[in-house]
C-alpha cells in the first residue's frame, strides 16, 4: 500500500458519509499529510478496486467515496438528501443479472446498481415542511 493510500484511508476513517475526491484531498491539504489531488484520485481508484473503500455516484455523476463496512460484493440504498446508506446485498438482483446475461450470451465482469431515494427521516420532514 502507498503512502498516498494511507493517507486517503485515514481521511475517510473519520467520515460519516461518503466524501468526494475534491472532499478528500481538502481533508489531507488541512492535516498533517497533505497528498496531491492526482494522487488522492489515483489512491481511490485502485482502493475502490481493491474493495475497500465503496464508491457511490451522485445524482450530478460525480463518484463520492466511503471506507467500505461490508465484506463482499454489495449495493447501496442512499438518501439524496442527508446522503444515510443502507448496505445491500440483493441477491436477487444478481440472479437477475446472471439470468440476463446469459440470454445474450455475456458473461458479466462486473455491474453498479445504485438506488436513491428519501431515507424516513428525511421523509418525515418533509411531509412536516408541506404541511406547514
Do not use: K, N
Not at 26 to 41: C, E, W
Not at 42 to 52: D, F, I, V, W
Not at 66 to 72: E, N
Not at 94 to 105: F, N
Request: proline content about 2%.
Amino acid at each position: 500500500m502507498t503512502r498516498a493510500q494511507r493517507a486517503v484511508l485515514g481521511a475517510l476513517e473519520g467520515a460519516t458519509g461518503f466524501l468526494s475526491a475534491q472532499d478528500v484531498h481538502a481533508r489531507l491539504r488541512d492535516g498533517a499529510r497533505p497528498t496531491g489531488l492526482t494522487s488522492v484520485y489515483r489512491a481511490l481508484a485502485l482502493l475502490a478496486e481493491s474493495g475497500a473503500v465503496d464508491t457511490l455516484r451522485t445524482t450530478t455523476g460525480e463518484s463520492t467515496y466511503r471506507l467500505c463496512r461490508s465484506a463482499g460484493h454489495h449495493h447501496h440504498l442512499t438518501c439524496q438528501r442527508c446522503g444515510a446508506t443502507v448496505e445491500l446485498e440483493a441477491r436477487s438482483v444478481e440472479r437477475w443479472i446472471d439470468q440476463v446475461a446469459s440470454a445474450h450470451g455475456y458473461r458479466v465482469e462486473g455491474h453498479t446498481v445504485e438506488l436513491t431515494g428519501h431515507c424516513p427521516r428525511c421523509q418525515r420532514r418533509r411531509t412536516a415542511t408541506a404541511a406547514r
